[in-house]
């Protein structure tokens, strides 16, 4: 119960903590003002959906069977506060693969459009064979005896599943395409002009 408490009162503190810094390093790195905010709720999209599979296969007991799990009830409260740390910092590193691209391709062209074209077709074996190598380590976690590390092995598995395929390949260039010229809009005294 005491660790329950310690987690539950630093884990908000943790998360904007995260989230902040992470939203400012990209800001400057970007000098953009939507980039790093998509980047953040990307993030926080695909964790929540892999969040939400753990919840439903080890506290509501779907594919138990399957996954040869025995459903307990509950997830531990470790689990989450893993997951994100984890997964947080795999999907940033993806974030930035692509986006370096497509602005270095942005900042030749000046051509939205073009440039996450180019960006995505230049980065998406890159993060696919590095998502690949990750699904297969985290993945066997599925396969041990332990609870605890099957619900660490689906949840990450399908963080790092959800993030690579559907975000990346799939939600982030749309919005790229979406937002437009949006995109790489910041207020002059970041981009120093």
């Known amino acids: 119960m005491d660790m329950m408490d310690r987690i539950n009162s630093g884990l908000p503190l943790m998360m904007v903590f995260i989230i902040s810094v992470t939203y400012v390093i990209l800001l400057y790195a970007f000098r953009s ?5 998509k980047a953040v709720m990307m993030n926080v999209l695909s964790l929540g959906a892999s969040l939400g599979i753990v919840i439903i296969v080890f506290q509501y007991g779907w594919l138990t069977g399957f996954l040869n799990i025995t459903s307990t009830g509950y997830v531990s409260i470790i689990m989450p506060v893993t997951i994100f740390c984890i997964v947080f910092g795999i999907s940033m590193d ?3 693969f692509l986006i370096s691209r497509i602005k270095e391709e942005y900042d030749r ?7 996450t074209a180019t960006g995505l077709q230049k980065t998406g074996r890159l993060i696919s064979s590095a ?6 380590v985290v993945g ?14 689906v949840g990450l598995f399908c963080a ?11 939600v982030v260039p749309a919005l790229m395409k979406l937002l437009g010229p949006a ?3 910041a207020p002059r005294w970041i981009v120093g002009k």
């Open 33 to 37: 003002v939507l980039i790093p905010l």
């Open 94 to 96: 993806y974030e930035v």
């Open 109 to 115: 062209s000046g051509d939205n459009e073009k440039s």
């Open 131 to 136: 998502a690949f190598i990750l699904l297969v």
């Open 140 to 153: 066997s976690f599925i396969f041990t005896n332990i609870e605890i590390t099957k619900a660490l092995g």
């Open 160 to 170: 790092i599943f959800i993030d690579a395929t559907l975000i990346r390949i799939i």
């Open 183 to 185: 995109n790489w809009w």
